[in-house]
């Protein structure tokens, strides 16, 4: 199915979706807490004894086993299990582009609570962290320290935080969902956290002007990720995004990866050598001119993983656990 198609599909969709989720979406309640501004200076997580970069380099072969995207767009929505998604009718839209386009059957989190699967997906280690703590600093390299090195750029989009670089906490917005900030040579290095860590706002602007970064992790607020809301609400904001961000892409010439998932299930299932109780079993979706349409992928992935195949697609050393053969490539989807 060509991109126009789905775009087609999804305006016709949005309007109905949307008015589900104007009619189901709960009231958030502010917390108690005020908002915090600044962080105390507090003791950083140092990198584990083994040396945090593996020396193992991605394949070298003639046929690329991860195509070089322009475009890596990655959409984290919260705490839903694979059969809570698949299959329900509250999220019609993720559902067809799992028909049409590429659906991962088995991929799990690496573990609860939800602030050690961010911090993994891009740097290959939760470092010990195994709480949603706002002053767990890392001083360890990342997925955009290796994207920077190899002169490509990148951005996070963070619905609803108020500023660029933010830290703490907002009724809607929380740090927990933003690993960038947690890790000392983005947050210490201030203009490159604000250069890059930004509001969901400034996505449209880049989109206009036509400056998207080649790595996007687009993040919704508390509401439109399921976290505090029903799936109907979530899907609604998904086709919305799609319909202005998939045409910028085409424009861009067509070879990008969009890749929706959920941070972590409701259960404790496992894989690749995980911990027997780990993240629980999450839904991926891959939508791509480059990727199988109707294909399901049933080999087990991990966040470590997705770090890899991307690392894969750009050339760039494998960070942590991703670099363990347990936490396969992801190869099989692509045309």
Same mark, same amino acid.
């Given at each position: 199915?060509?991109?126009?198609?789905?775009?087609?599909?999804?305006?016709?969709?949005?309007?109905?979706?949307?008015?589900?989720?104007?009619?189901?979406?709960?009231?958030?309640?502010?917390?108690?807490?005020?908002?915090?501004?600044?962080?105390?200076?507090?003791?950083?997580?140092?990198?584990?004894?083994?040396?945090?970069?593996?020396?193992?380099?991605?394949?070298?072969?003639?046929?690329?086993?991860?195509?070089?995207?322009?475009?890596?767009?990655?959409?984290?929505? #919260?705490?839903?299990?694979?059969?809570?998604?698949?299959? @329900?009718?509250?999220?019609?839209?993720?559902?067809?582009?799992?028909? #049409?386009?590429?659906?991962?059957?088995?991929?799990?989190?690496?573990?609860?609570?939800?602030?050690?699967?961010?911090?993994?997906?891009?740097?290959? %280690?939760?470092?010990?962290?195994?709480?949603?703590?706002?002053?767990?600093?890392?001083?360890?390299?990342?997925?955009? %320290?290796?994207?920077?090195?190899?002169?490509?750029?990148?951005?996070?989009?963070?619905?609803?935080?108020?500023?660029?670089?933010?830290?703490? %906490?907002?009724?809607?917005?929380?740090?927990?969902?933003?690993?960038?900030?947690?890790?000392?040579?983005?947050?210490? %290095?201030?203009?490159?956290?604000?250069?890059?860590?930004?509001?969901?706002?400034?996505?449209?602007?880049?989109?206009?002007?036509?400056?998207?970064? @080649?790595?996007?992790?687009?993040?919704?607020?508390?509401? @439109?990720?399921?976290?505090?809301?029903?799936?109907?609400?979530?899907?609604?904001?998904?086709? @919305?995004?799609?319909?202005?961000?998939?045409?910028?892409?085409?424009?861009?010439?067509?070879?990008?990866?969009?890749?929706?998932?959920?941070?972590?299930?409701?259960?404790?299932?496992?894989?690749?050598?995980?911990?027997? #109780?780990?993240?629980?079993?999450?839904?991926?979706?891959?939508?791509?001119?480059?990727?199988?349409?109707?294909?399901?992928?049933?080999?087990?992935?991990?966040?470590?993983?997705?770090?890899?195949?991307?690392?894969?697609?750009?050339?760039?050393?494998?960070?942590?656990?991703?670099? #363990?053969?347990?936490?396969?490539?992801?190869?099989?989807?692509?045309?």
């Amino acid at each position: 199915m060509t991109s126009t198609i789905i775009k087609n599909i999804l305006l016709l969709s949005f309007g109905f979706v949307s008015l589900l989720a104007c009619m189901s979406a709960p009231a958030l309640t502010p917390t108690s807490a005020p908002f915090l501004t600044t962080v105390t200076q507090v003791p950083t997580f140092a990198p584990p004894t083994q040396a945090t970069i593996n020396t193992v380099s991605p394949s070298a072969t003639s046929i690329p086993l991860v195509p070089n995207f322009e475009h890596i767009v990655v959409v984290m929505f #919260e705490n839903k299990e694979f059969g809570s998604v698949i299959g @329900n009718s509250l999220m019609p839209n993720y559902n067809r582009l799992a028909r #049409e386009y590429t659906l991962l059957t088995q991929y799990y989190a690496v573990t609860h609570p939800s602030l050690p699967n961010y911090i993994a997906f891009i740097s290959g %280690d939760t470092y010990g962290i195994d709480r949603n703590c706002n002053d767990c600093f890392i001083d360890a390299p990342s997925l955009p %320290d290796l994207i920077e090195a190899s002169g490509r750029t990148w951005k996070t989009y963070q619905e609803d935080m108020p500023s660029p670089c933010y830290l703490g %906490d907002t009724h809607i917005y929380v740090q927990k969902h933003n690993p960038f900030v947690y890790f000392d040579s983005i947050r210490l %290095d201030f203009a490159r956290c604000e250069r890059s860590v930004v509001p969901l706002t400034a996505l449209q602007t880049d989109i206009e002007t036509d400056s998207l970064p @080649n790595f996007m992790f687009i993040k919704p607020n508390l509401c @439109n990720d399921s976290h505090d809301c029903e799936l109907n609400i979530s899907d609604a904001w998904l086709t @919305n995004l799609l319909v202005g961000l998939v045409p910028a892409l085409d424009a861009s010439g067509g070879s990008y990866l969009l890749v929706m998932l959920f941070e972590e299930g409701q259960g404790n299932h496992s894989c690749c050598g995980l911990s027997l #109780e780990a993240g629980g079993r999450v839904p991926v979706v891959l939508y791509s001119p480059l990727v199988k349409n109707g294909f399901e992928d049933s080999n087990p992935y991990t966040h470590y993983s997705m770090l890899k195949t991307i690392s894969e697609a750009w050339g760039l050393p494998y960070l942590g656990h991703a670099a #363990e053969d347990n936490h396969a490539l992801i190869v099989a989807p692509w045309k």
